[in-house]
């Protein structure tokens, strides 16, 4: 057998591995993606890689190991197939908030949509005062980043410390409204500059700015 033809079998039995290979990570059910011990807290199902094909982020909630802790959450996202399955595309493992890291206002996590292709995660929490979050992802360059954010907070009795930052990571551009002495809200625009977007797999959830580099 001359050289040629080992190329072409080589070539064969690494077509049919790779085709095993994505196979086997393939899954038939949502369920079948949550470990065992493991909650869905919420899903959504929507286009996020623009096959024209519904895929599904799912937030689920574990088994609290500390007496009086929450238990630990993650976000799962998943692309869908022609075939009717799922593939594993991204596992985050801090990106959502405990059902206890909201303060005396309880529960933070709002909610997860699909919006314009893109992962959009929702918290809000505190006590008289108040704070919220919303994370924009995208997948783009063959992985999951932080494309946006909003974050704000404010006081229930008054809208003088009333704040709000509006972030296009993508661009670099953002939005500030701020509240003066008096209450009256003030809106300033800027740009600070394009800088290395956040991926998923690092974003760790927190009632903050500390995701904003």
């Not at 070539?11 to 591995?17: E, F, G, P």
């Not at 790779?18 to 286009?47: A, F, H, M, R, Y």
């Not at 096959?51 to 088994?63: L, M, P, S």
């Not at 197939?81 to 593939?87: A, E, S």
Request: proline share 1%; glycine share 10%; aromatic share 10%.
């Amino acid at each position: 057998m001359n050289i040629k033809k080992y190329i072409v079998l080589f070539l064969i039995a690494c077509a049919i591995l790779t085709g095993c290979t994505e196979q086997s990570n393939n899954v038939g059910e949502v369920s079948d993606l949550v470990p065992e011990g493991w909650n869905i807290v919420e899903k959504v199902e929507g286009d996020l890689n623009k096959d024209n094909i519904d895929d599904i982020a799912v937030v689920i909630e574990g088994t609290s190991k500390v007496e009086g802790e929450a238990p630990n959450r993650e976000l799962i996202i998943a692309f869908g197939n022609k075939d009717g399955t799922y593939t594993l595309s991204t596992k985050a493992e801090k990106a959502i908030l405990r059902a206890d890291e909201g303060g005396i206002w309880g529960d933070p996590f709002e909610g997860i949509s699909i919006d314009n292709g893109s992962i959009l995660i929702s918290f809000y929490g505190g006590s008289n005062w108040r704070w919220y979050g919303n994370y924009r992802f995208r997948y783009q360059d063959n992985d999951w980043y932080l494309i946006g954010a909003t974050i704000g907070s404010f006081h229930t009795s008054t809208d003088e410390y009333t704040q709000e930052m509006d972030y296009n990571l993508l661009t670099g551009e953002y939005i500030e409204k701020k509240a003066d002495e008096n209450g009256v809200m003030k809106t300033t625009k800027g740009n600070r500059g394009k800088k290395d977007l956040l991926k998923l797999e690092d974003f760790v959830a927190v009632d903050g700015e500390e995701n904003i580099k």
